[in-house]
């Protein structure tokens, strides 16, 4: 009877002893589903909630598109690195909680670095100060006008790096204008620099699709790919005097240069991926390096010298409330208080203050308001 007893006593302990263990060990042991992030070929962290996941991956790659113009189409967004998330089944212990994966995802290997302006600053300055070009800062800088900053303002002179890049394709479609041409009539009793404009010039409208990709929000490449003629330009018709001023076409194709293409016109203009409007009180003329600049015109000459973001500049008063300004230049070779005539070398082409490239921006201003140099030239 006793030995009865004690065997009873015994499979009571191994039962309710051992057993409930071998059955916590198991669960222990069971794998579930999960999905693990892996960055070229390194598992970063390992989750639950797959949806939880793409959720916080959409939410990080679409935040470098706050600058983008809303009315542009995102063609494609994605990781620069190779990204994958793999379905896996783990143990419960080697779940990475959400917030973990977040830090993962969202960190940072360098922060931006901004600057504030300062009384006298450019970007031309600014970009040999911090050994960029004047490129770079208004890529940097996409919704700030490089003509207008003023102390106090914010820049961007090196962005956040984060660990994870994102490279965003898109198109947009803005409308820019089509320079219009002039047509000339004579007039012997006109003094050269005098012109009276017939029929105003109407400038054209042509629409323009770019392609864009953007690096971690910044412009990384951008292209027109196609462009469509909405309304043909109007000529202008405007009568000059017979001492004629230096006009387009012939030797100097541009009249104060030689040059490649207008580069920017006169105007309001869009930016292609911020969609803002700036106003260019100007005519940019892409031109090589060094090409001679020519006087529009008789005049004397009021400036001469630096002048903050028009860089090398000169200003030639020709009387009668017309002056023309020549900015960006490489060399001058006119002073202050000298009298030009019309054609005389001046200055040569450049890049100095706020210009991405040598080209030279002539401006018409009559009466103390600028014009469209196109009705001049």
Known sequence: MLKRVIAFFLVVIVVFGVFPRLISWADYLKKEPAYQFVVDGEVWFTVADDKALQEMIDEYQRQFLANVDPDAIVKKISFVQDVQVLPVEVRKDQFDPLEYAREKIYAVENEAVEITIKRGDNFWNLARTYNMTVADLEILNPDVDPHRIYPGDKLVISPFNPVLDVLIELENTVVETVPFAIQYQKNNNMFTHEKQIIRPGVEGEKEVVYHITLRNGYQ????????????????????????????????????????????????????????????????????????PVYAYTDGRVVEAGWNGGYGNCILIDHGNGLKTRYAHLSRIDVRVGQKVKVGQRIGAVGSTGNSTGPHLHFEVIKNGKTQNPLNYL
């Open 220 to 291: 990384d490449t951008l292209e027109a790919i196609k462009e469509t003629v909405l309304k043909e330009p109007t000529n202008a018709i405007v009568r000059v005097g017979t001492r004629t001023t230096v006009a387009r076409g012939g030797r100097v194709n541009f009249g104060v240069v030689q040059g490649k293409r207008i580069s920017s016109g006169y105007g309001w203009r869009i930016h292609p991926i911020t969609g803002q409007r700036r106003f260019h009180d100007g005519l940019d003329i892409a031109a090589n390096h060094g090409n």
